[in-house]
């Protein structure tokens, strides 16, 4: 059975630490053993351990990072490329930083989707409780004048007892979305299946695009700042876009063009993993001998752009909820309110 992998948090605090420890002058096995006596007493420690094992009985660091089955490929490649360059130090403050921005970016992308979906949930609560439970009230009011509602009232009216009518089907639909959702955060495997069908479809476009370009960039900010060749860095940064097809096929067809003797900078271009006039500018960085630098400018422009998109897209999201949802209350409540004035003025 495949062992869980890490959490972006967990990953990134133990490059973060192996980084330091590694910069102090310290052997990277006894580095681990250092970080296993700060973790409690379960799994975390454990694995420390077992790494620290292999590591004092000869294993490379990669080795033990594959062995444990815990980290994802990219991670494994990139320290293994770290030891053999001789930049351990660089590559895992690398993923530390990289790993510790995608889990900056989850946070906002979960907290921009919150609000609007738990707004949108209670104004649809509102309006359901307007239609089944008080409009009834109002046309009871009504025949007691001798009146009916009529028009968009009436046709309200009927919606609503329409719903009433379908609230037992409405109640297990809402039951299987409830089950669905505690499916969904309890099972790894399940999340990712839906995901990746979400990917496929939706994944790369719009704000999702922008975002992926931005993980694609501090990806290749990585690989460059650990001593590697652009054309590697392009196949883990390919690795590690392997959730989203479409992004990682953009990778590998600009890896095709490199190979076939285009220009970085045209090969870029016309695969379009970046911005024509980002790939520009790293193109002169590594002619520059400041690939590295200008890739790290690149990465963090880029993720800040995602970031001012994904601010902008939940910017327009909650105004409309707030807007729609306020129009059909509003309609609701006037198209009784108006004809109920009317009778009650006739009368008196």
Excluded at 141 to 168: E, R
């Amino acid at each position: 059975m495949e062992k869980k992998k890490l959490s972006n948090e967990e990953i990134s605090s133990l490059c973060q630490g192996l980084s330091l420890l590694l910069h102090a002058g310290i052997g990277a096995g006894d580095g681990l053993s250092l970080l296993a006596e700060e973790e409690p007493e379960g799994p975390s420690r454990e694995l420390l351990l077992s790494m620290a094992e292999q590591v004092d009985e000869g294993a490379s660091l990669a080795e033990a990072f594959r062995a444990s089955e815990r980290f994802p490929d990219y991670v494994c490649g990139l320290v293994e490329v770290g030891e053999q360059g001789g930049r351990m130090e660089e590559a895992l403050a690398a993923l530390s930083r990289h790993y510790e921005d995608r889990v900056r970016l989850n946070h906002q992308v979960r907290s921009a989707l919150l609000y609007p979906a738990i707004l949108l949930v209670i104004m649809l609560a509102v309006i359901v409780v307007l239609l089944v439970r008080v409009l009834p009230v109002f046309n009871e009011v009504y025949a007691s004048l001798g009146g009916s509602l009529t028009g968009i009232a009436g046709g309200l009216l009927a919606f609503g007892q329409a719903l009433d009518a379908a609230m037992p089907v409405l109640c297990v639909v809402l039951g299987a979305v409830v089950v669905f959702l505690a499916v969904f955060a309890a099972t790894p495997s399940f999340r990712d299946k839906v995901m990746g069908l979400w990917r496929n479809r939706m994944g790369d476009k719009g704000v999702s695009r922008k975002i992926n370009t931005a993980r694609f960039a501090q990806s290749l900010s990585m690989g460059l700042s650990s001593g590697l060749p652009v054309e590697e860095a392009l196949s883990m940064a390919a690795g590690l876009l392997e959730s989203v097809p479409p992004a990682k096929a953009r990778c590998l067809d600009c890896l095709k063009r490199l190979e076939e003797g285009e220009s970085l900078s045209a090969a870029m271009k016309a695969s379009e993993v970046l911005p024509r006039a980002e790939c520009s500018l790293l193109e002169l960085g590594l002619r520059s001998g400041t690939g590295d630098a200008a890739m790290e400018q690149i990465a963090r422009r880029l993720s800040e752009d995602s970031e001012m998109a994904l601010e902008e897209k939940v910017g327009q999201v909650e105004p409309a909820l707030v807007m729609v949802t306020s129009v059909l209350v509003g309609l609701i409540l006037l198209s009784v309110m108006i004809p109920l004035m009317n009778i009650m003025a006739s009368i008196g």
